[in-house]
């Protein structure tokens, strides 16, 4: 089986390299190190109870390295767009991400799922979950709320992206999706029921 490839991108102090750590290496660490690229190989179990082997790339923050980000998307089966839900600043640049990895895959079948991190910065969050929910909803894509730091949904959201390698990506009309377009019913159920552990998990930091 061809490894699979999972391309982490989104703006810099995000979090990426702290959710792949967690994930990959079970590690946090509380000091920023920007990241380049780096390649991570890591035996995963998918949904269907196999084991393959998968390939995590943490990619750079920002703009810096626009030919080396084009070459990963390119190589990219499947993605975690992240953002901090104390910038609205970084969701702004999530979607402009998003629209760049169709454009660059130049179809529209993207398999991704957008992740809020950071949702342990309660007291200094100013993106809700459900404005990102939205703007993730209008892609057709999953949406999770995480926390590296507190371990909360980081199993959860590589699960998400391993389910999606499991699945034939939706087929939608080139361009770039129209919020005002009707979702189908099934998919509209998925996308709510994915993000609704995630906001619990918010509402129960809260109250803590």
Avoid at 23 to 39: A, I, M, R, W
Avoid at 170 to 196: A, C, H, W
Wanted: charged letters at 25%; hydrophobic letters at 35%; glycine letters at 6%.
């Amino acid at each position: 089986m061809k490894k699979t490839r999972i391309v982490i991108v989104g703006s810099n102090c995000v979090g990426k390299t702290s959710l792949v750590l967690r994930y990959v290496l079970g590690k946090f660490n509380e000091q920023h190190k920007p990241t380049l690229s780096d390649c991570y190989d890591h035996i995963a179990q998918f949904p269907d109870g196999c084991h393959h082997c998968i390939e995590v790339l943490d990619t750079a923050g920002g703009d810096h390295f626009p030919v080396m980000r084009t070459l990963d998307i390119q190589r990219g089966d499947v993605f975690m767009i992240v953002f901090s839900v104390d910038s609205p600043d970084t969701l702004s640049a999530a979607k402009e991400t998003r629209k760049q990895i169709q454009d660059i895959k130049g179809c529209s079948k993207v398999r991704a799922v957008w992740v809020g991190n950071k949702i342990d910065l309660v007291s200094s969050r100013k993106v809700t979950a459900e404005e990102a929910l939205l703007k993730a909803f209008t892609f057709g894509d999953a949406y999770i709320e995480t926390s590296a730091k507190f371990i909360i949904n980081v199993d959860c959201v590589f699960q998400s992206v391993l389910s999606l390698m499991c699945m034939e990506p939706v087929k939608k009309d080139l361009g770039y999706p129209d919020s005002k377009k009707k979702v189908s019913k099934f998919r509209t159920k998925e996308l709510i029921n994915s993000s609704k552990g995630s906001m619990d998990l918010c509402k129960s930091i809260s109250d803590y």
